[in-house]
């Protein structure tokens, strides 16, 4: 089983639409998550970092995790063409290494 | 330039060949990384160096050597590839090392690899 366990899609959603994108995680210990953006021919850039549970707003984008279900969430509001990327979650315990899930690839049709 | 740079974009080497790809990051940092991406599998991380140190060898083959001169700078030689090394190889740095709390990572663009 891995550790982070993501759906690769790809997720295609019209212009305007909420998009959620979603990981599981296996690792008790985690206790850093971040979410990373990647653009084709680029490499990933930081989005969103969140410590524990809850949830972090930043612009457009909601970062929420759910420490009990083990569940780590990225919300999208007025998803946006330039938003059409591949999304990484990565989580890490104090300590240790990131580990990442495989990338959601999201597609948003003007 | 800023933040982190990665050199060749684009590599097609033979099995026999050496090559080398380069990282340098103009961030500051301490620790530096080797990750590799295939296709629907997630990022594997293969050397951490922090403060020029190796800290991490994530089981990664013989034919794969990391040097580190500086904490600037970051190099992946290459030596009798296997197709199935044909991957995007990314570099990182971070301020501090994976167990820093918190710690942040920067990734450059990558070295997109074809070995035939």
């Known amino acids: 089983q891995k550790e982070v366990e993501q759906d690769p899609g790809p997720l295609s959603v019209p212009e305007g639409a909420i998009v959620s994108l979603n990981c599981t995680y296996s690792?008790?210990?985690?206790?850093?998550f971040m979410w990373y953006r990647q653009y084709s021919r680029k490499g990933p850039e930081l989005l969103m970092y969140t410590y524990s549970s809850g949830n972090k707003e930043d612009g457009r984008f909601t970062a929420q995790v759910d420490k009990s279900s083990k569940y780590i969430s990225l919300f999208i509001r007025d998803s946006q063409p330039s938003d059409s990327a591949t999304y990484l979650c990565a989580a890490k315990s104090s300590g240790d290494k990131l580990t990442f899930g495989t990338g959601t690839r999201l597609a948003v049709r003007p | 330039e800023t933040g982190v740079t990665q050199t060749p974009r684009h590599l097609v080497m033979g099995m026999t060949n050496k090559k080398s790809l380069k990282c340098e990051q103009h961030l500051g940092h301490n620790a530096m990384y080797w990750y590799k991406q295939s296709a629907k599998k997630p990022l594997e991380l293969m050397f951490v160096y922090n403060f020029k140190e190796q800290t991490e060898n994530n089981s990664v083959p013989s034919r794969f050597s990391p040097e580190c001169p500086n904490s600037s700078h970051l190099f992946l030689h290459l030596h009798t590839l296997q197709p199935e090394d044909s991957a995007l190889y990314l570099c990182?740095?971070?301020?501090?090392?994976?167990?820093?709390?918190?710690?942040?990572?920067?990734f450059g663009p990558g070295t997109r690899l074809l070995v035939l």
């Open positions: 690792n008790s210990a985690f206790q850093y």
């Open positions: 990182a740095s971070s301020q501090d090392g994976p167990s820093s709390v918190g710690e942040t990572q920067y």
